[in-house]
C-alpha cells in the first residue's frame, strides 16, 4: 500500500516561510507515473485542494488563494514532493496533508503549520 509522510511544518511569523515535503513509497508502480497533491484542513472547516502537480511535474495547479505564494515540485528520484509556501498568512493555519493520484485515494498523517506573532 501506499505511504506518504509529511514533515517540515511548525509555528511561522506572518510573512515568513516554511518548505514542507512529503516521502511517499509503496506505490505499485514508479512514482514518477502519479500526480501528487497538497490539500489542507483549517479548523472548523473541511479538507480543500491546495496544489497539484503531474506525474512529470510539466503542470501545476493551484488554489487561489495561495497562487503566487506557494510552489508545489517534486523530485521523482527521490519519491517526495515538496510545498514551499513564502508570504505565510493567518489565514494558511491548517494542518496539510499531501495525496497521490491512485485509487483509493492515500492520505499521509499531515502536518501542522501554524502562521501567528
Known amino acids: 500500500q501506499v505511504q506518504l509522510v509529511e514533515s517540515g511544518g511548525g509555528l511561522v511569523q506572518p510573512g515568513g516561510s516554511l518548505r514542507l515535503s512529503c516521502a511517499a513509497s509503496g506505490f505499485t508502480f514508479r512514482f514518477s507515473s502519479y500526480a501528487m497533491s497538497w490539500y489542507r484542513q483549517a479548523p472548523g472547516k473541511e479538507r480543500e485542494l491546495v496544489a497539484t502537480?503531474?506525474?512529470?511535474?510539466?503542470?501545476?495547479n493551484y488554489a487561489d488563494s495561495v497562487k503566487g505564494r506557494f510552489t508545489i515540485s517534486r523530485d521523482n528520484a527521490k519519491n517526495t514532493v515538496y510545498l514551499q509556501m513564502n508570504s505565510l498568512k493567518p489565514e494558511d493555519t491548517a494542518v496539510y496533508y499531501c495525496?497521490?493520484?491512485?485509487?483509493?485515494?492515500?492520505w499521509g498523517q499531515g502536518t501542522q503549520v501554524t502562521v501567528s506573532s
Open positions: 502537480i503531474t506525474s512529470g511535474g510539466a503542470s501545476t
Open positions: 495525496s497521490a493520484g491512485t485509487f483509493p485515494r492515500p
